[in-house]
Each structure stands twice: as structure tokens, then as C-alpha cells.
């Protein structure tokens, strides 16, 4: 039988394929039907050890399932788990008052920042500072939710004198991408790291002998796997357009900031003071 075309409830094609499992993916099936609420929170790896089996069986299940990838298949479970507040902020209770459900709020967010410091890649981000200083030309890229981000660090980077441009219009990136040369550096920003658009600028900026840097989640994405710096931001969300998600890139992204300012400490200075007296001396603003 291969209905996973027309089942997109994760938990409905676990129940439709059951029969035909072995007994290791089984293993896998029980735990997740039995525990839905965690896996959506925890890596590939943690599924496998907890249901006792080989990451290999764990690939196995869930292209079985007619996924490609681990992320694929997490947002599909995410979408097919009984609706609770949990869907709307983790942790959060219908019967909180608003002044407890803003710690609760604020408690992610400084757990996220907490968590991307704690796997912060020290050397990764000195490289990302070199490649960006000595680039003589920046091009940051990001579809989707990662948009805003991507957006940020350009409004942070060209302020203090970084030479960058920004596109999160899928053909515009390709097409610029495929223009650059070995002097200029590609910053992609992409929380999953498997978007099929910022993979496909990255490789084709990788062949032109760009250096580029990743701000993702995951380590073991195809974006990781090209890229010459990663940062990794963490946030362990139940929603596929996760607030801490953003809140842990911009931590990234502010700590590129200071680091390149610091680097030109006389230009970045001089830069934000000839901003701010435009800025007031313009009506209306």
C-alpha cells in the first residue's frame, strides 16, 4: 500500500503503515504514537536512542512514511497532534493570567538565548567575522519566516560600512548568486537549513568559490553541509513560525554586529553618529 500521498496527518499514516513495519520500526511507531508531544521537540538521534534503535531505522521509518526529511516529518506530526495551548506557546495554560503567561513568554526566550550560547562555535564565529570583513562583497539570504532576520543583519551590517545586499526573493537570489565570485561572502539565514531556495543559492555561491556562512538550527542540515562557518541558533518550538526561533538568530546576528564593529571601532562610530544626526534632522521622524 502507498497512500502517503494522500494522508498528510503524520499520525494517520503511522497507523496506515503499522502492519507493514519491522519490528525495530515499530519500536519507533509506539514511541512516538505514545509520546507525540516530545518527539516534536526532540532530534533524530534522541528518537533513536529512546526507542532503542539505529539512526539508520529511524531515516528508514520516516522516508517509509513518504518523508525526506526529519524536519518534514516533525512538522507534519506537529500539525496532526490533538489541539492544546501548547500550539500556541509551549508551557502556556488556558487558565494563566496574562502577567504569568508573559513570564512564560519571556522564560522561552531567554532559554533560547541561554541554549544558542551554550552551542556556540567560538571558532565558527570568527571565521564568519573574517570572511565577512575581508568579503568585498556581503550577500545575505533568507525565504520565508528567516526573512526578517535576514533583513536585520543587512540594517545592522550596512550601517557600520559592511559593503552587502540583501534578497529573499527565491529567483533573485539564484539568479545574483550565480554572479559571485571567490572576493564575496554568502550569508544564508534558514532555521531548518533545509529550505530547497537558500540550499540552492548556497551551492551555487559554494561553486563560485564564496565563502559561505549558515545561521541555522540544524547542524546536520544540507545548508550545514555546505556551509565553511556555521552558527547555530537553538528553540525547541512546537510552531512551524517559532518566535524563540527569531529571537536566538538575532542573538546571532547582534553578536556579528558588535564583533565587526569593534573590529573598524573609529568607521562604526562615525558611521551610526552621521546616521543619527540624518535621522533627527529630518522632519516627521
Given at each position: 500500500m502507498n497512500n502517503s500521498g494522500t494522508i498528510n496527518d503524520a499520525l494517520n499514516r503511522i497507523q496506515a503503515y503499522y502492519d507493514s513495519l519491522s519490528m525495530a520500526e515499530k519500536k519507533i511507531a509506539d514511541f512516538i504514537q505514545e509520546n507525540y508531544y516530545s518527539v516534536i521537540r526532540m532530534s533524530l538521534a534522541d528518537v533513536a536512542d529512546e526507542a532503542g534503535v539505529s539512526d539508520a531505522t529511524v531515516v528508514r521509518f520516516f522516508r517509509l512514511l513518504g518523508y525526506k526529511r526529519w524536519v518534514e516529518f516533525i512538522v507534519?506530526?506537529?500539525?496532526?497532534?490533538?489541539?492544546?495551548?501548547?500550539?500556541?506557546?509551549?508551557?502556556?495554560?488556558?487558565?494563566?493570567?496574562?502577567?504569568?503567561?508573559?513570564?512564560?513568554?519571556?522564560g522561552g526566550a531567554i532559554q533560547a538565548i541561554q541554549a544558542t550560547m551554550e552551542v556556540l562555535d567560538h571558532n565558527a564565529m570568527e571565521k564568519c567575522i573574517n570572511y565577512i570583513d575581508n568579503a568585498k562583497h556581503t550577500f545575505i539570504v533568507a525565504v520565508g519566516n528567516s526573512g526578517p532576520m535576514a533583513e536585520e543583519l543587512y540594517y545592522q551590517l550596512f550601517r557600520i560600512g559592511v559593503n552587502c545586499t540583501i534578497m529573499t526573493d527565491a529567483y533573485l537570489q539564484i539568479m545574483r548568486s550565480a554572479l559571485l565570485s571567490k572576493e564575496d561572502v554568502v550569508c544564508v539565514i534558514s532555521q531548518s537549513g533545509s529550505s530547497q531556495i537558500?540550499?540552492?543559492?548556497?551551492?551555487?555561491?559554494?561553486?563560485?568559490?564564496?565563502?559561505v556562512i549558515a545561521i541555522t538550527g540544524d547542524v546536520t542540515s544540507p545548508l550545514a553541509e555546505i556551509a565553511d562557518s556555521v552558527l547555530i541558533s537553538v528553540a525547541q518550538e512546537l510552531k512551524a513560525e517559532a518566535i524563540n526561533?527569531?529571537?536566538?538568530?538575532?542573538?546571532?546576528?547582534?553578536?556579528?554586529?558588535?564583533?565587526?564593529?569593534?573590529k573598524h571601532l573609529e568607521r562604526s562610530i562615525e558611521n551610526e553618529r552621521i546616521i543619527w544626526e540624518a535621522v533627527t534632522?529630518?522632519?516627521?521622524l
Amino acid at each position: 500500500m502507498n497512500n502517503s500521498g494522500t494522508i498528510n496527518d503524520a499520525l494517520n499514516r503511522i497507523q496506515a503503515y503499522y502492519d507493514s513495519l519491522s519490528m525495530a520500526e515499530k519500536k519507533i511507531a509506539d514511541f512516538i504514537q505514545e509520546n507525540y508531544y516530545s518527539v516534536i521537540r526532540m532530534s533524530l538521534a534522541d528518537v533513536a536512542d529512546e526507542a532503542g534503535v539505529s539512526d539508520a531505522t529511524v531515516v528508514r521509518f520516516f522516508r517509509l512514511l513518504g518523508y525526506k526529511r526529519w524536519v518534514e516529518f516533525i512538522v507534519s506530526l506537529s500539525r496532526s497532534i490533538p489541539m492544546t495551548s501548547d500550539l500556541i506557546y509551549e508551557a502556556i495554560n488556558t487558565s494563566d493570567t496574562p502577567g504569568v503567561i508573559a513570564e512564560k513568554v519571556m522564560g522561552g526566550a531567554i532559554q533560547a538565548i541561554q541554549a544558542t550560547m551554550e552551542v556556540l562555535d567560538h571558532n565558527a564565529m570568527e571565521k564568519c567575522i573574517n570572511y565577512i570583513d575581508n568579503a568585498k562583497h556581503t550577500f545575505i539570504v533568507a525565504v520565508g519566516n528567516s526573512g526578517p532576520m535576514a533583513e536585520e543583519l543587512y540594517y545592522q551590517l550596512f550601517r557600520i560600512g559592511v559593503n552587502c545586499t540583501i534578497m529573499t526573493d527565491a529567483y533573485l537570489q539564484i539568479m545574483r548568486s550565480a554572479l559571485l565570485s571567490k572576493e564575496d561572502v554568502v550569508c544564508v539565514i534558514s532555521q531548518s537549513g533545509s529550505s530547497q531556495i537558500p540550499v540552492r543559492t548556497a551551492k551555487i555561491a559554494k561553486e563560485n568559490g564564496c565563502k559561505v556562512i549558515a545561521i541555522t538550527g540544524d547542524v546536520t542540515s544540507p545548508l550545514a553541509e555546505i556551509a565553511d562557518s556555521v552558527l547555530i541558533s537553538v528553540a525547541q518550538e512546537l510552531k512551524a513560525e517559532a518566535i524563540n526561533s527569531r529571537i536566538a538568530q538575532y542573538s546571532v546576528i547582534y553578536a556579528i554586529y558588535v564583533n565587526l564593529a569593534l573590529k573598524h571601532l573609529e568607521r562604526s562610530i562615525e558611521n551610526e553618529r552621521i546616521i543619527w544626526e540624518a535621522v533627527t534632522a529630518t522632519e516627521g521622524l
